[in-house]
């Protein structure tokens, strides 16, 4: 069983940066297609960021986010992040980290939050104007 453990939420100023972690334990953290999402007060869980397996040779972010976040993993210590710059009152949500097993071929990510299949409790994140 994959356990997913998010942290690095908090309180921060429109145009601070922000650092989210979150630690994998169980299965085999390299094969995993990493994704950050997130749910505001109100509103539908949404995709934030993704990295795909191995080396995370490929991401992909929502538009509203690309250029300011950045996602990248470290399977040496089983953490995937999402580093936050710039950040603005809309970013404010709890943020989630999932993770989907994948075969070996494939070196592509996911946007769709039904493609994954462990998810963290969530970390929050809120930001002032």
């Known amino acids: 069983q994959v356990q997913l453990v998010e942290s690095g939420g908090g309180l921060v100023q429109a145009g601070d940066s922000l650092r989210l972690s979150c630690a994998a334990s169980g299965g085999t953290f390299s094969t995993y297609v990493m994704g950050w999402f997130r749910q505001a007060p109100g509103k539908e869980r949404e995709f934030v960021a993704a990295i795909s397996q191995s080396a995370g040779n490929n991401t992909s972010y929502a538009n509203s986010v690309k250029g300011r976040f950045t996602i990248t993993r470290d399977n040496a210590k089983n953490t995937v992040n999402l580093q936050m710059n710039s950040v603005k009152p809309e970013d404010t949500a709890v943020y989630f980290c999932?993770?989907?097993?994948?075969?070996?071929?494939?070196?592509?990510?996911?946007?769709?939050?039904?493609?994954?299949?462990?998810w963290g409790q969530g970390t929050q994140v809120a930001v002032s104007s």
């Open positions: 999932a993770a989907r097993p994948s075969p070996i071929y494939y070196s592509g990510t996911y946007s769709e939050s039904q493609r994954y299949n462990y």
